[in-house]
């Protein structure tokens, strides 16, 4: 069991430095074996791609310790083949899928110690990166890149964990159409930078990016897809080419038709039919599902019926089924689950 001198029950989502990372690194057209270290620090050439040009996508995982007491990732194949997706569309060379489950596998058996206990409310953030590491300096992509993959034990995204969140419209866009939304490069989450430092200066916990061209759909927010709950118990999800395809998000409609019965909508979402949802939640692998309790826009409230003290009762057993999952609780369907120990 987990032996490191860490209050499990009170820690944020914030960097804790962990033993060991993996490297691999790419030169001359291939990827090397890539290896465990010990070393955090990471020296690069002053005009390596990814300071000039940003040139950078990442994934974000989870490891678990399940009731049983084993240690679990959750789907790691889809990050792997989305950072595939990501690499491609910045011009990287992508890192297979195998390559990845491996590390994965070698970084967190080799931080045991620091994956959080069941029940504690706290899990092992997994974050693999990909990066330019030669210099450039006319506007190309570079020809040598790092991967790297780090575990970090993190406890709830938002503050006060699971009480319903307030969030804006926000007027800044984050993704163009026919961009990069629908990838995780962090070029991305750079453009979100100012828009969500000035939504907590405002009070507001998040923003809520509508689509860029029309300014009138549901998007997405700077780390999380949303979920809404219609009053007759449907859940209803944007659909967008400019979001990032949420796994957790894929995972709670098969969860929601598969396990709870529940009807399930993938489409364009209005903003203005928000208002007549009864429940709202963001999802995410850091967010898991965070409920929404208030949207302001631009001074008008919509309030969601489930208030501001607790979940909705419909977005509570979808987080139920999925955490349930996820920790071992409620069967998994094939191939969701890596046991890891
Ligand atoms: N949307 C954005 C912009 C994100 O950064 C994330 C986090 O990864 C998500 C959605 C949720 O995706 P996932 O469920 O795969 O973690
Ligand atoms: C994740 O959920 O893994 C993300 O990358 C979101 C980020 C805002 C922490």
Redesign the pocket.
Known sequence: MSNKQIDWANIGFGYIQTDFRYVSNYKNGAWDEGTLTKDATIVLNECAGVLQYAQTVFE?LKAYRTEDGHIVTFRPDLNAKRLVDSAKRLEMPPFSEKQFLDAVDKVVAANEDFVPPYGSGATLYLRPYMFGTNPVIGVKPADEYQFRLFGTPVGPYFKGGAKPITIRVCDFDRAAPHGTGHI?AGL?YAMSLHAIVDAHQQGYDENMYLDSATRTKVE?T????FIFITKDGKLVTPKSST??P????RSLCYVAKEYLGMEVEEREVYLEEVKDFAECGL????AVISPVGKIVDHGKDICFPSGMEEMGPVTKKLYDTLTGIQMGRIEAPEGWIRVIK
Do not use: M, P, Q, V
């Open positions: 974000g995780k991305n997405e700077g780390g999380a897809n979001i990032l949420s796994i957790t998000r999802c995410g692998t850091a």
